[in-house]
């Protein structure tokens, strides 16, 4: 399985970005893909889930301002209302319910300062 991440970068406090997750290769479902994210000096941690019944998972941190949503084998995250405590490097994340078994895609950066 590859997962294929995009769309960080740099944006203002209040403003948007969308993230971008395409899963290829062996994928069976059931599974989960979701975001999670790590700034510097901290844990990974996760941002959002969801599965393929549309059943999403939030951080408290994000809920209310970050959407995920599916398309098949991808995955987006709609991030509104960006504070500089978002700022971190997001990683997409697949994992297959029938062997629990995770895939990470590369990470992307993004940063929320004015």
């Known amino acids: 399985v590859q997962l294929q991440a995009s769309g960080g970068g740099l944006a203002q406090p209040g403003g948007s970005l969308r993230l971008s997750c395409a899963a290829s290769g062996s994928i069976y479902m059931p599974n989960v893909m979701g975001w999670y994210r790590q700034a510097p000096g901290k844990q990974r941690e996760l941002v959002a889930t969801?599965?393929?019944?549309?059943r999403s998972n939030y951080a408290d941190s994000v809920k209310g301002r970050f959407t995920i949503f599916r398309d098949n084998n991808a995955a987006y995250l709609q991030m509104n209302s960006l504070k500089p405590e978002d700022t971190a490097i997001y990683y997409c994340?697949?994992?297959?319910?029938?062997?629990?078994?995770?895939?990470w895609g590369q990470g992307t950066q993004v940063t929320v300062s004015s």
């Open positions: 969801s599965d393929n019944g549309a």
């Open positions: 994340n697949l994992r297959r319910l029938s062997t629990n078994t995770a895939y």
